[in-house]
């Protein structure tokens, strides 16, 4: 295999142009896979020439890289330089089959949705409000919002007048593909909402239809909203985002938590499946797991 390996190289080289950090991540990539060879060979008795190659040794080898603690997105990319290594030997006419064609890298995991701690989101929500001006009364309102109601950054932003309704405490919410969903709210939303309605009353004059808006009338724009929400989850140190989504993502997390069934948390979220909701069961399980740790027999 080595006269095979310097020969892609050459061509990397000299014909691709690839500069020497890309060339050099090819020769480590191969070089391992050839090390990974000699080890079946000594272990077996046989010995694996190019053409003996095949879909199973791969698997094998990507197997091992696996065992060794190596991410997905480092196997793949791994299994690429492999990919383009016999690709060119199968161009080239050296080999008769590509080895390759069927042999798919493991999926990259999805990283769990951040999520702030309850604890946390309490000392944000009950934080001194003694800001009465319009900004911060509009500020904390869209914060309590978020939490408790899991809705979008965009949808927050399209939320009309017309589409909060006091009497049957509920909101109107426009989400994907104009998509509408009701989703109910508690007194205390309720009472932040009227206060703020009454601060814009009286400190904006010429008023948008959005329910949100600026000190000069205008609708918010998201930046404004990432903006707000940002700043207001800067004390959380252990938080290693800060997001309208971050919200929305504990207020899923706190749902199912407390015992909400999940098809009822899929509604609130306006997720179009399941499979969207179900995340927030394994981060749930992940604080179970965290929890289960501190048990004696664990810690052995």
């Keep these: 295999m080595k006269e095979y390996t310097k020969l892609f190289i050459d061509y990397l080289r000299y014909e691709r142009n690839y500069s020497d950090h890309t060339v050099n991540s090819y020769c480590n990539d191969l070089s391992q896979f050839s090390a990974f060879l000699k080890e079946k060979e000594a272990e077996n008795g046989d010995i694996f020439d190019i053409e003996r190659i095949d879909a199973d040794i791969v698997r094998q080898w990507m197997m091992s890289l696996m065992e060794q603690s190596l991410s997905s997105s480092s196997v793949n990319r791994k299994l690429s330089s492999l990919q383009s290594f016999f690709k060119f030997l199968f161009r080239k006419g050296i080999i008769q089959k590509h080895p390759l064609k069927l042999v798919s890298g493991p999926k990259k995991s999805k990283p769990l949705p951040y999520f702030i701690k309850e604890k946390d989101i309490t000392e944000v929500l009950d934080a001194d409000m003694s800001g009465s001006d319009f900004e911060s009364v509009r500020d904390r309102l869209m914060i309590e ?4 109601t899991g ?30 969903r009701l989703v109910p709210f508690a007194d205390r939303l309720k009472e932040m909402i009227l206060y703020y309605i009454n601060v814009r009353v009286q400190g904006v004059e010429a008023c948008s239809p959005s329910f949100f808006v600026r000190k ?23 938080l290693a ?48 797991k965290k929890v289960y740790n501190a048990h004696p027999r664990a810690k052995k």
């Design 241 to 288: 985002k800060r997001s309208p989504h971050v919200l929305r993502h504990t207020f899923a997390t706190g749902m199912l938590n407390d015992g909400a069934e999940m098809s009822a948390v899929r509604n609130l979220l306006g997720h179009s499946s399941l499979a969207s909701t179900s995340v927030y069961t394994h981060v749930t399980f992940e604080e179970l």
């Design 216 to 238: 000069d009338g205008r609708p918010l724009t998201s930046a404004i909203v990432y903006y707000v929400v940002k700043k207001n989850l800067s004390g959380i140190p252990t």
């Design 145 to 148: 919002m978020f939490y408790e």
């Design 151 to 180: 809705i979008r950054c965009s949808e927050l932003v399209g939320i009309k007048d017309t589409d909060v309704d006091m009497d049957a405490m509920i909101l109107k919410v426009t989400g994907k593909r104009n998509k509408q």
